[in-house]
């Protein structure tokens, strides 16, 4: 399962809201044009019908097709950044980015 893995933790977060200003800039954005996602239905990625086993599955299968994207760190930053509150962004679920943000937060400077 994926919370085995090492995450690349970004730099740490302010606590109320961290600086957006290279993910809110249109041409920054450019990376989301090579990511793998793309070649597969969004909602493998923002499943929101599904609940246990059936949810887990496709999560996972969106989090395998995130690991081999070559945008996986710029799509990671930018949902932790943002921050993205729904769907698998940069091979992270909302709770992986929510455990993720508190790590980065609590982190001494």
Request: hydrophobic share 30%; charged share 30%; proline share 7%.
């Amino acid at each position: 399962m994926y919370r085995n893995r090492a995450v690349d933790v970004p730099q740490r977060a302010n606590t109320h809201r961290q600086d957006t200003s290279a993910t809110d800039d249109p041409v920054n954005l450019m990376w989301r044009d090579a990511g793998e996602c793309r070649s597969h239905p969004v909602e493998l990625f923002f499943p929101d019908d599904m609940r246990g086993r059936e949810h887990a599955a496709v999560e996972q299968r969106a989090k395998t097709i995130c690991h081999g994207c070559p945008v996986l760190q710029s799509c990671r930053q930018h949902a932790i950044n943002y921050p993205e509150n729904y769907g698998i962004w940069g091979g992270l679920s909302p709770t992986d980015r929510t455990r993720l943000r508190r790590r980065i937060i609590r982190r001494p400077a």
